[in-house]
């Protein structure tokens, strides 16, 4: 079951927010085994969508001087990015 579905970003955001502050540290540890997995995944997507916007910028940026800029940043996100994952 591995489709692909479109979800809201503000409702993706709610998700992993909603995630983020439930303790399930009481729970099975397969139960957190799959929270963690859950969660990382989520978490993965957004940081995934992040970078793609940082992207966007570059491309839409009106001169030069925005350009660079939104280009050190993107590549600040991809560094940090490859550095969690």
């Known amino acids: 079951m591995d489709k692909n579905i479109k979800v809201p970003l503000s409702l993706l955001l ?3 927010d909603l995630l983020e502050y ?3 540290s009481q729970y ?12 990382s995944t ?6 995934s969508i992040e970078l793609r916007d940082s ?10 001087d925005d350009r ?3 280009r050190m940043r993107y ?11």
Not at 75 to 85: A, D, P, R, S, T
Request: glycine share 0%.
């Open 14 to 16: 709610q998700i992993i």
């Open 22 to 24: 439930w303790d399930i």
């Open 28 to 39: 099975d540890p397969v139960i957190c085994q799959d929270y963690n997995n859950v969660i």
């Open 42 to 47: 989520l978490m993965k997507k957004k940081q």
């Open 55 to 64: 992207y966007v910028k570059i491309i839409n940026a009106e001169n030069e």
């Open 68 to 70: 660079d800029e939104a």
């Open 75 to 85: 590549l600040h996100k991809k560094q940090l990015l490859n550095e969690e994952f």
